[in-house]
Protein backbone atom coordinates (compact mmCIF):
# COMPACT_ATOMS: atom_id res chain seq x y z
CA UNK A 1 0.00 0.00 0.00
CA UNK A 2 1.11 3.50 -1.06
CA UNK A 3 -0.56 6.05 0.05
CA UNK A 4 -0.29 10.06 -1.23
CA UNK A 5 -1.29 13.34 0.18
CA UNK A 6 -1.02 16.31 -2.57
CA UNK A 7 0.44 19.41 -0.96
CA UNK A 8 -0.08 22.86 -2.85
CA UNK A 9 2.95 24.98 -2.52
CA UNK A 10 4.27 27.51 -3.92
CA UNK A 11 2.08 29.27 -7.40
CA UNK A 12 1.26 26.29 -9.16
CA UNK A 13 3.72 23.82 -7.43
CA UNK A 14 2.81 20.57 -5.35
CA UNK A 15 4.42 18.46 -3.34
CA UNK A 16 3.58 15.14 -2.39
CA UNK A 17 3.64 13.17 1.14
CA UNK A 18 4.03 9.53 1.03
CA UNK A 19 3.47 6.99 3.62
CA UNK A 20 3.59 2.68 3.49
CA UNK A 21 4.06 0.85 6.10
CA UNK A 22 5.25 3.45 8.84
CA UNK A 23 7.87 4.50 6.78
CA UNK A 24 7.06 8.29 5.56
CA UNK A 25 8.26 10.35 2.25
CA UNK A 26 8.00 13.53 0.79
CA UNK A 27 8.31 14.13 -2.80
CA UNK A 28 9.58 17.41 -3.71
CA UNK A 29 9.25 19.84 -1.01
CA UNK A 30 9.72 23.42 -3.28
CA UNK A 31 8.79 25.15 -0.10
CA UNK A 32 9.34 23.67 3.71
CA UNK A 33 6.74 25.67 5.31
CA UNK A 34 2.98 24.05 3.83
CA UNK A 35 4.53 20.40 4.06
CA UNK A 36 5.65 20.74 7.73
CA UNK A 37 2.08 22.09 7.95
CA UNK A 38 0.54 18.98 6.47
CA UNK A 39 2.67 16.50 8.28
CA UNK A 40 1.55 17.99 11.99
CA UNK A 41 -1.87 17.33 10.84
CA UNK A 42 -1.29 14.01 9.48
CA UNK A 43 1.06 13.29 12.88
CA UNK A 44 3.68 12.24 10.38
CA UNK A 45 7.33 12.64 10.89
CA UNK A 46 9.60 12.00 7.29
CA UNK A 47 11.86 9.33 6.66
CA UNK A 48 13.36 10.35 3.44
CA UNK A 49 13.11 12.83 1.06
CA UNK A 50 12.29 12.49 -2.84
CA UNK A 51 13.91 15.15 -5.25
CA UNK A 52 13.65 14.60 -8.89
CA UNK A 53 15.19 17.46 -10.33
CA UNK A 54 17.78 20.67 -9.03
CA UNK A 55 15.17 23.21 -9.27
CA UNK A 56 14.62 25.87 -6.46
CA UNK A 57 10.33 24.96 -6.81
CA UNK A 58 11.27 21.00 -6.17
CA UNK A 59 14.32 21.35 -3.29
CA UNK A 60 14.09 24.81 -1.64
CA UNK A 61 12.33 22.90 1.70
CA UNK A 62 15.29 20.70 2.04
CA UNK A 63 17.40 22.24 4.25
CA UNK A 64 14.09 23.31 6.76
CA UNK A 65 13.34 19.67 6.76
CA UNK A 66 16.59 18.09 7.37
CA UNK A 67 16.89 20.86 10.37
CA UNK A 68 13.62 19.51 11.96
CA UNK A 69 13.40 15.51 11.23
CA UNK A 70 16.32 12.84 11.04
CA UNK A 71 15.44 11.84 7.02
CA UNK A 72 17.43 11.24 4.57
CA UNK A 73 17.39 13.02 1.03
CA UNK A 74 17.15 10.46 -2.59
CA UNK A 75 18.06 12.08 -5.17
CA UNK A 76 19.88 12.18 -9.17
CA UNK A 77 24.03 10.82 -8.58
CA UNK A 78 24.28 13.43 -11.30
CA UNK A 79 23.18 16.08 -9.78
CA UNK A 80 25.28 15.89 -5.87
CA UNK A 81 27.12 19.71 -7.09
CA UNK A 82 23.45 20.91 -7.34
CA UNK A 83 21.48 19.35 -4.87
CA UNK A 84 23.16 19.18 -0.97
CA UNK A 85 23.37 16.64 1.35
CA UNK A 86 22.14 13.87 -1.05
CA UNK A 87 22.24 10.57 1.40
CA UNK A 88 21.05 8.24 -1.83
CA UNK A 89 22.18 9.51 -5.02
CA UNK A 90 20.34 7.23 -7.30
CA UNK A 91 20.88 6.03 -11.03
CA UNK A 92 18.69 4.36 -13.54
CA UNK A 93 17.42 1.37 -12.75
CA UNK A 94 18.05 1.50 -9.67
CA UNK A 95 15.61 0.60 -6.58
CA UNK A 96 14.73 2.31 -3.47
CA UNK A 97 12.81 0.01 -0.61
CA UNK A 98 10.29 1.99 0.73
CA UNK A 99 8.14 0.85 3.35
CA UNK A 100 5.80 -2.15 1.76
CA UNK A 101 6.82 -0.80 -1.93
CA UNK A 102 10.00 -0.52 -3.63
CA UNK A 103 10.60 2.54 -6.09
CA UNK A 104 12.35 2.42 -9.58
CA UNK A 105 14.16 5.36 -10.35
CA UNK A 106 13.82 6.46 -14.27
CA UNK A 107 16.52 8.65 -15.66
CA UNK A 108 14.57 10.97 -17.67
CA UNK A 109 17.25 13.79 -19.13
CA UNK A 110 15.35 16.36 -20.70
CA UNK A 111 13.92 19.15 -18.71
CA UNK A 112 17.01 18.56 -16.83
CA UNK A 113 20.34 16.93 -17.14
CA UNK A 114 20.09 14.73 -14.27
CA UNK A 115 16.04 14.49 -13.68
CA UNK A 116 14.64 10.93 -12.49
CA UNK A 117 11.51 9.85 -12.05
CA UNK A 118 10.25 7.47 -9.04
CA UNK A 119 8.17 4.72 -10.60
CA UNK A 120 6.01 2.79 -7.49
CA UNK A 121 5.59 -0.45 -9.72
CA UNK A 122 3.62 -2.40 -7.26
CA UNK A 123 0.93 1.03 -6.44
CA UNK A 124 0.94 1.64 -9.95
CA UNK A 125 2.31 5.65 -9.15
CA UNK A 126 4.58 7.48 -10.87
CA UNK A 127 6.13 10.82 -9.39
CA UNK A 128 7.18 12.44 -12.88
CA UNK A 129 8.56 15.80 -11.20
CA UNK A 130 8.58 18.22 -14.92
CA UNK A 131 8.88 15.42 -17.57
CA UNK A 132 5.37 14.32 -18.37
CA UNK A 133 2.54 17.00 -16.46
CA UNK A 134 -1.40 16.05 -17.42
CA UNK A 135 -1.88 16.91 -21.28
CA UNK A 136 1.79 18.71 -21.43
CA UNK A 137 5.60 17.88 -21.06
CA UNK A 138 8.01 19.89 -19.25
CA UNK A 139 10.45 22.42 -21.16
CA UNK A 140 13.89 21.06 -22.45
CA UNK A 141 15.77 23.71 -20.26
CA UNK A 142 19.29 21.38 -19.89
CA UNK A 143 18.09 18.15 -23.12
CA UNK A 144 16.87 17.65 -26.35
CA UNK A 145 13.39 17.05 -27.99
CA UNK A 146 15.35 13.04 -28.32
CA UNK A 147 15.53 12.59 -24.67
CA UNK A 148 12.10 14.16 -23.58
CA UNK A 149 10.26 11.83 -26.51
CA UNK A 150 12.32 8.92 -25.39
CA UNK A 151 11.01 9.56 -21.76
CA UNK A 152 7.73 9.39 -23.31
CA UNK A 153 8.23 6.15 -24.84
CA UNK A 154 9.44 4.84 -21.83
CA UNK A 155 5.63 6.31 -19.87
CA UNK A 156 3.66 5.10 -22.73
CA UNK A 157 5.09 1.11 -21.82
CA UNK A 158 3.71 1.47 -18.42
CA UNK A 159 0.13 0.42 -17.04
CA UNK A 160 -2.88 2.37 -18.42
CA UNK A 161 -3.95 2.69 -14.57
CA UNK A 162 -0.92 4.15 -13.18
CA UNK A 163 -1.60 7.18 -11.58
CA UNK A 164 0.68 10.45 -12.09
CA UNK A 165 1.67 12.91 -9.67
CA UNK A 166 3.51 15.79 -11.38
CA UNK A 167 5.58 18.79 -9.99
CA UNK A 168 2.91 21.61 -10.82
CA UNK A 169 -1.30 22.65 -11.80
CA UNK A 170 -0.25 22.82 -15.49
CA UNK A 171 -3.32 21.30 -16.54
CA UNK A 172 -5.57 24.02 -18.47
CA UNK A 173 -3.36 25.72 -20.30
CA UNK A 174 -1.61 22.48 -21.14
CA UNK A 175 -5.29 21.10 -22.29
CA UNK A 176 -5.82 24.54 -24.26
CA UNK A 177 -2.61 23.85 -25.97
CA UNK A 178 -3.44 20.08 -26.81
CA UNK A 179 -6.66 21.34 -28.51
CA UNK A 180 -4.98 23.91 -30.65
CA UNK A 181 -3.37 20.87 -32.19
CA UNK A 182 -5.77 17.88 -31.96
CA UNK A 183 -9.04 19.99 -32.20
CA UNK A 184 -11.89 17.45 -33.04
CA UNK A 185 -10.02 14.84 -30.21
CA UNK A 186 -13.40 13.88 -28.21
CA UNK A 187 -11.62 12.25 -25.34
CA UNK A 188 -9.95 15.73 -24.91
CA UNK A 189 -12.84 18.22 -25.15
CA UNK A 190 -14.80 16.26 -22.80
CA UNK A 191 -11.71 16.37 -20.48
CA UNK A 192 -11.39 19.59 -20.43
CA UNK A 193 -14.91 20.42 -20.08
CA UNK A 194 -13.70 18.64 -16.63
CA UNK A 195 -10.84 20.39 -15.67
CA UNK A 196 -12.38 23.63 -16.47
CA UNK A 197 -15.04 22.78 -13.83
CA UNK A 198 -12.09 21.50 -11.34
CA UNK A 199 -10.27 24.67 -11.80
CA UNK A 200 -13.38 26.79 -11.66
CA UNK A 201 -13.61 26.06 -7.97
CA UNK A 202 -9.80 26.39 -7.42
CA UNK A 203 -9.74 21.59 -7.33
CA UNK A 204 -6.63 20.22 -8.03
CA UNK A 205 -6.60 18.65 -11.58
CA UNK A 206 -3.95 15.83 -10.26
CA UNK A 207 -3.41 12.96 -10.51
CA UNK A 208 -4.28 11.88 -13.61
CA UNK A 209 -2.84 8.43 -15.49
CA UNK A 210 -0.90 7.27 -18.17
CA UNK A 211 -4.47 5.55 -20.04
CA UNK A 212 -5.90 9.48 -19.58
CA UNK A 213 -2.39 11.18 -21.27
CA UNK A 214 -2.36 8.19 -23.84
CA UNK A 215 -6.18 9.43 -25.10
CA UNK A 216 -5.60 13.65 -24.97
CA UNK A 217 -1.76 14.38 -23.83
CA UNK A 218 -0.33 15.37 -27.41
CA UNK A 219 2.96 14.47 -26.46
CA UNK A 220 2.01 11.11 -25.62
CA UNK A 221 0.17 10.52 -28.79
CA UNK A 222 3.24 11.48 -31.20
CA UNK A 223 4.15 9.06 -32.72
CA UNK A 224 7.92 10.47 -34.25
CA UNK A 225 10.96 12.66 -32.61
CA UNK A 226 9.91 15.00 -35.59
CA UNK A 227 6.07 15.27 -34.71
CA UNK A 228 7.23 15.47 -31.02
CA UNK A 229 9.94 18.17 -30.98
CA UNK A 230 7.13 19.85 -33.43
CA UNK A 231 4.87 20.12 -30.67
CA UNK A 232 7.16 21.11 -27.82
CA UNK A 233 8.04 23.98 -30.28
CA UNK A 234 4.86 25.16 -30.54
CA UNK A 235 3.93 24.81 -26.70
CA UNK A 236 7.07 26.89 -26.47
CA UNK A 237 5.22 30.09 -28.10
CA UNK A 238 2.00 29.16 -26.93
ZN1 LIG B 1 11.85 22.14 -12.97
Not at 54 to 61: K, R, S, W
Not at 73 to 81: C, L, N, Q, R
Not at 104 to 110: D, Q, S, V
Not at 148 to 176: L, R, S, V, W
Request: aromatic share 10%; proline share 3%; glycine share 6%.
Amino acid sequence: MLNVTLVPVLDDNYAYILESNNQVGVVDAGDAVPVIHKLDELNLTPDVIFNTHHHGDHIAGNDALLEKYDCDIIAPAYETERILNIHHAVKDGDIFNFGDEKATIIHTAGHTTGHVCFWFKKAKVLFSGDTIFAMGCGRLFEGTPKEMFNNFQKFNAMPDETKIYCGHEYTQTNGNFCLTVDANNQDLIDRMKEVDIFRQESQPTIPTTIGQEKKTNIFMRAKTIEEFTHYRSLRDKF
